[in-house]
Nanobody, 114 residues
Framework: QVQLVESGGGLVQPGGSLRLSCAAS????????MAWYRQAPGKQRELVAR???????NYVDSVKGRFTISRDNAKNTVYLQMNSLRPEDTAVYYC????????WGQGTLVTVSE
């Protein structure tokens, strides 16, 4: 069983930056595929970024060059560094862990607005 707790969301102006963190409890973090998803109001949840156990990453096109996903296996934590934020990045961001099962955090709200 894996529990995920996100933090770091908040209100930021367009062009600003935030770093989201997701702390995982339980064993085996280093072999989980970790990901960040987001869900904007009235829209479906979408994959934002994913990182594999060996550090390979992939991103949705809309965040390429602006967001960076990383992991610290010693701290059982995955991060999402978000730069050059836009109003359309406003959403609840969810941490996801996948191996044999799939686990979700409770989400953290990111609001990009003047």
């Amino acid at each position: 069983q894996v529990q995920l707790v996100e933090s770091g969301g908040g209100l930021v102006q367009p062009g600003g930056s935030l770093r989201l963190s997701c702390a995982a409890s339980g064993s085996g973090f280093s072999i989980y595929v970790m990901a960040w998803y987001r869900q904007a109001p009235g829209k479906q949840r979408e994959l934002v970024a994913r990182i594999t156990p060996d550090g390979s990453t992939n991103y949705v096109d809309s965040v390429k060059g602006r967001f960076t996903i990383s992991r610290d296996n010693a701290k059982n934590t995955v991060y999402l560094q978000m730069n050059s934020l836009r109003p359309e990045d406003t959403a609840v961001y969810y941490c996801n862990a996948r191996l044999l099962g799939e686990y979700w955090g409770q989400g953290t709200l990111v609001t990009v607005s003047e």
